[in-house]
């Protein structure tokens, strides 16, 4: 498999539940990122990791807890949610960080 | 302050025709360019970017963006659209400070295709 894949496609969960959201880069790259995509928002940087190490947290609640176990694995755990939290989940990433991003299908989260 | 402005949030053309998305930025540094296209329910696809050198630049299924300093504008453009071109389009941008390139999104375009 080629690119940046992300796995579950589609997540319904209740504001209760604790779920995780994986992505996974066959690039070889370095840096992975995360992103939050809201109807009628410009896409938001959620959290920034490099060689593995975080090197952005860009105020996100606590109730979303990134993973990054090596440089081709990036988790993003969720848990006790919120409606407003629905949203596309974009991974993404990047030979180097300051280097072009390839953005994953993203996974389609619906809290209710 | 940083900004993207993408000012048509949805434009309809007919196959065949010729397409230019506009792109305006607000940015103190040398910027770095790119546009993305994302289909629905898709991810984003890298179309073109721009670093340095030729201000006119070329990138996949066609299309072509022109960076003007002078006018802070990163235009798209392509001569003749095809009905799968139909998707939403975004403008970045970014710099190379330090060792994250964060990129400022605009709110996108999205482009509809008559037959």
């Known amino acids: 498999e080629t690119g940046v894949t992300q796995t579950p496609r589609h997540l319904v969960m209740g504001m209760t539940n604790k779920k995780s959201l994986k992505c996974e880069q066959h690039l070889g790259h370095n840096a992975m990122y995360w992103y939050k995509q809201s109807a009628k928002k410009p896409l938001e940087l959620m959290f920034v990791?490099?060689?593995?190490?975080?090197?952005e947290n860009n105020s996100v609640p606590s109730r979303f807890s990134p993973e990054c176990p090596n440089s081709s694995h990036l988790f993003l755990h969720l848990h006790t949610l919120q409606p407003e939290d629905s949203a596309l989940y974009l991974c993404?990433?990047?030979?180097?960080?300051?280097?072009?991003?390839?953005f994953g299908p993203g996974t389609r989260l619906t809290v209710l | 302050a940083q900004s993207v402005t993408q000012p048509d949030i949805h434009i309809t053309v007919s196959e065949g025709a010729s397409l230019e998305l506009r792109c305006n930025y607000s940015y103190g540094a040398t910027p770095y360019l790119f546009w993305y296209v994302q289909s629905p329910g898709q991810g984003l696809q890298l179309l073109l970017k721009?670093?340095?050198?030729d201000t006119l630049v070329q990138g996949i299924k066609g299309f072509e963006a022109e960076f003007k300093r002078s006018q802070s504008s990163f235009n798209l453009r392509k001569p003749s659209v095809h009905w799968s071109d139909a998707a939403e389009y975004f403008c970045a941008v970014g710099s190379n400070a330090g060792n994250n390139r964060k990129l400022i999104w605009g709110l996108g375009t999205s482009l509809a295709v008559n037959p």
């Open positions: 990791y490099n060689f593995k190490e975080q090197t």
């Open positions: 721009y670093f340095s050198g």
């Open positions: 993404a990433s990047s030979p180097a960080a300051a280097d072009t991003q390839y």
